[in-house]
């Protein structure tokens, strides 16, 4: 059966072969989705509908403890380095996770990208503080940035 994080997959490599070539797009279609689309047992329909709520309940959980840390760390109740490492622990068991970070924030290493991925999940949170409080709350995260990584670009 042709399961979400696969059909994600496929999807994008028909945009980018849509693109590419409309022929290639066309011909890869016929090539690899079809055959993927033929009736599917219905117990094995069941077992990945099992598996993706079992899935949905794993994010929806990473999402709440993700919020409770960027709180505790704004609020002054965690570091940042101890945000980072519950950062990077969840993310690492999700490879679609890690990619986004390895591919979208700086650093040399994953902890490190993984730091700026958090910076950016606290300045979403600090959107809706007053300027003092914001810059209260970043001159701090920023100094323990620094202090972490010295030589990099300060958490932003």
């Known amino acids: 059966m042709l399961s979400v994080r696969n059909a994600v997959f496929l999807m994008a490599i028909l945009v980018v072969a849509s693109v590419a070539s409309p022929e290639w797009g066309a011909q890869l279609v016929a090539d690899r989705v079809q ?54 622990a969840m993310n690492q068991r999700w490879p679609e996770s890690m ?13 490190e990208k993984t730091a700026h991925n958090v910076m950016g999940f606290v300045q979403y949170e600090l959107a809706n503080a007053t300027p003092a409080q914001q810059a209260k709350v970043l001159t701090r ?16």
Request: net charge negative; aromatic share 4%; hydrophobic share 40%.
């Open 35 to 88: 055959p993927l689309c033929v009736q599917v047992d219905p117990a094995e329909e069941v077992a990945e509908q099992e598996h993706m709520e079992v899935v949905r309940r794993e994010l929806l959980s990473n999402i709440a403890i993700k919020d409770a840390l960027i709180t505790d760390l704004v609020s002054g109740r965690r570091t940042l380095a101890e945000v980072t490492e519950a950062f990077l």
């Open 99 to 111: 990619a986004v970070v390895r591919g979208h924030y700086p650093g040399r290493t994953d902890e």
């Open 141 to 156: 995260l920023r100094a323990e940035f620094d202090a972490r990584y010295p030589g990099t670009s300060g958490g932003e």
